[in-house]
């Protein structure tokens, strides 16, 4: 069984940091690119960043320069560590495996998503 799992989500103040995890199993983590993605009430679902299982990610603009993205193959986790984070920047995040930077959710895995929210 596919399962992908975040946590790390929360409530900060604008400024603040946060770091989110989501852990995989079930499929070959190590050979799949792992995204992050968020989505606001009201809003369409928005792409964050990409990591590839090798090399550099990948950010929206909205996230570079604030967003980092990382793995560890070891352990089947992907983190997206968020520092400077911004009201706008309310969402729930989730990760998915195998996607690119489309949200579709029909295709690839996904995470059940972990809620972020800051406050000004």
């Known amino acids: 069984e596919v399962q992908l799992v975040e946590s790390g989500g929360g409530s900060v103040q604008a400024g603040g940091s946060l770091r989110l995890s989501c852990t995989a199993s079930g499929f070959y983590f190590g050979g799949s690119v792992m995204a992050w993605f968020r989505q606001a009430p009201g809003n369409e679902c928005e792409w964050v960043g990409t990591?590839?299982?090798?090399?550099?990610?990948r950010y929206a603009n909205s996230a570079r320069g604030r967003f980092t993205i990382s793995r560890d193959n070891t352990k089947n986790t992907v983190y997206l560590q968020m520092n400077s984070l911004k009201p706008e920047d309310t969402a729930v995040y989730s990760c998915?495996?195998?996607?690119?930077?489309?949200?579709?959710?029909?295709?690839?895995?996904w995470g059940q998503g972990t809620q972020v929210t800051v406050s000004s």
């Open positions: 990591i590839p299982p090798l090399g550099l990610a």
């Open positions: 998915a495996a195998g996607v690119g930077d489309i949200c579709n959710r029909a295709s690839g895995y």
